[in-house]
């Protein structure tokens, strides 16, 4: 993409409202803006980085066995009365009638619609397990929405929901989507401990916020530091096999959020071990039992013919809050520092003489030949002074930054930055396609 033809409005000033380093950078690097309380448009560059984070989500459901599918945002009231939440929800949920005065609301979750669906097409034991999932927008009034797309009132979550005949072939789902979730946040740089939650009035131990520590977060988390270093599974994971050992391993030492806190089991870990954070809440999984399939009657016949409720699940990851926490995880005082899989280009092209004949002819040629090898460039064609153009590029966090001007062309060599590293080298001009587009390869290669 040329920058002459993007859209970046990026801010010199930092916006006042902003308390926080992700919100100040996603206002400041052009990636969102605010449209109303708790309500954002995500600008061209704030998009591409959204659809990335979304499709490494999506690609880790799918290799856990979870079909994909789209319900509205929109939702009928009577579904929730099925279940008692209409009434039950309060004021977090956004009601509305439409010209027929019938009730609806903006949903800010989908167990309710999931189970409906459920039942009008499952019949039999012998069409579970299933784990189906979408990845929709979902409102919720919060009272204090804060942090730009950290605590939105309108924000993008992936929510998955499980199906099994009884509460031993639900583990292994909750398993499934536990192992997904490691990987998922592996793959987009972050750390994410799993921590043990409140399961509310059903009880039980099956469910676990996923935590990434950050002294911005929101919750008050307590673990052992030896989780915080333990190596997520990787290529190797068969989501047909047993999954019990990995989850059994990263449950093993204690984790909890504030509320799940236990203060003398936590006290038992060996002192040098404790760790005691802030953390951002970016995925939360939970099993239910039939929190739901009872009131609702979503029933499957058993072996012997007679209707038994299903066990359900639910699984949440919040797509769009996860920006945030890695803006939070990857940053310095000048701006951005992208991990490659989820930044919004990988390289970014400066052209520090724009209209120079051999200035442009070198470039041209570099962005052509990057981009015909899957590297995606945002290529600064742009006037303006170099300091400016410098400035941007850190801000925005692109994780090489290729610069070419006159002195370098006359040496035959381009400037190559490492945002992560801020680490500066010489490349020859027709080297640095083959090695860049090397690197972002390796960079990229996860799976
Ligand atoms: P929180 O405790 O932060 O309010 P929650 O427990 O209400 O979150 P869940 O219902 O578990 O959230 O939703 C699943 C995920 O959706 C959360 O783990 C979080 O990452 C994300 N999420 C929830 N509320 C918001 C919000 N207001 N803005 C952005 N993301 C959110
Ligand atoms: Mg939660």
Not at 13 to 28: D, F, G, K, V
Not at 191 to 212: C, N, Q, W, Y
Not at 299 to 305: F, K, N
Request: glycine fraction near 8%; charged fraction near 30%.
């Amino acid at each position: 993409m040329r920058l002459s033809r993007y859209y970046l409005p990026v801010l010199k000033e930092t916006p006042s409202e902003a308390q926080i380093a992700s919100h100040r950078l996603m206002l400041r690097a052009g990636m969102i803006r605010q449209e109303g309380a708790g309500i954002y448009a995500w600008l061209p560059l704030g998009f591409r980085v959204l659809k990335k984070i979304e499709q490494i989500v999506r690609e880790e459901q799918d290799r856990a066995g979870a079909a994909e599918m789209l319900m509205p945002t929109i939702q009928q009231a009577d579904l929730w009365r099925e279940s008692g939440r209409y009434d039950a929800y309060g004021k977090e949920m956004l009601r509305i009638t439409d010209r027929a005065d019938r009730e609806m609301l903006f949903g800010p979750t989908n167990e309710e619609m999931i189970t409906e669906i459920f039942r009008a097409g499952v019949r039999s034991y012998k069409d579970l397990p299933k784990i189906l999932y979408h990845i929709q927008w979902k409102f919720r009034d919060e009272i204090r929405p804060r942090f730009g797309v950290m605590r939105g009132r309108e924000f993008l979550m992936k929510d998955s929901y499980s199906f099994d005949i009884d509460e031993e072939s639900a583990r292994k789902s909750y398993y499934k989507m536990f192992v997904a979730y490691l990987r998922t946040f592996a793959r987009l740089g972050v750390k994410a401990i799993p921590m043990r939650a409140d399961t509310g009035p059903i009880g039980g131990d099956l469910s676990h916020e996923f935590i990434v520590l950050a002294e911005t977060g929101e919750s008050a988390v307590f673990c052992d530091k030896r989780l915080v270093e333990m190596d997520t599974p990787k290529k190797d994971v068969d989501f047909d096999g047993d999954l019990k050992p990995i989850f059994d391993q990263f449950t093993s030492l204690y984790a909890a959020t504030d509320e799940m806190h236990d203060k003398s089991e936590f006290d038992s870990v060996d002192q040098k071990h404790q760790v005691s954070a802030r953390g951002i809440e970016v995925g939360h999984i939970f099993f239910f039992g039939e929190k739901y399939s009872k009131p609702m009657k979503a029933v499957v016949a058993g072996s012997d013919g007679s209707e038994i409720p299903v066990q359900m699940g639910s699984y949440g990851v919040g797509v769009s809050r996860l920006m945030g926490a890695i803006i939070e995880a990857y940053h310095d005082e000048n701006g951005c520092k992208w991990p490659m899989p989820v930044a919004p280009y990988h390289v970014g092209l400066v052209n520090l003489r724009s209209g120079d004949e051999d200035c442009d002819a070198a470039c041209d040629k570099i962005y052509k030949e990057l981009t015909s090898k899957g590297v995606e460039v945002l290529y600064d064609d742009t006037g303006g002074r170099p300091g400016e153009k410098f400035a941007r590029m850190d801000l925005i966090g692109l994780p090489y930054q290729l610069v070419i001007g006159p002195r370098g062309i006359k040496s035959g060599e381009a400037e190559v930055k490492n945002r992560t590293t801020d680490e500066r080298e010489t490349i020859a001009i027709d080297k640095v396609t083959e090695i860049i587009s090397g690197r972002v390869a390796d960079a990229l290669d996860y799976a």
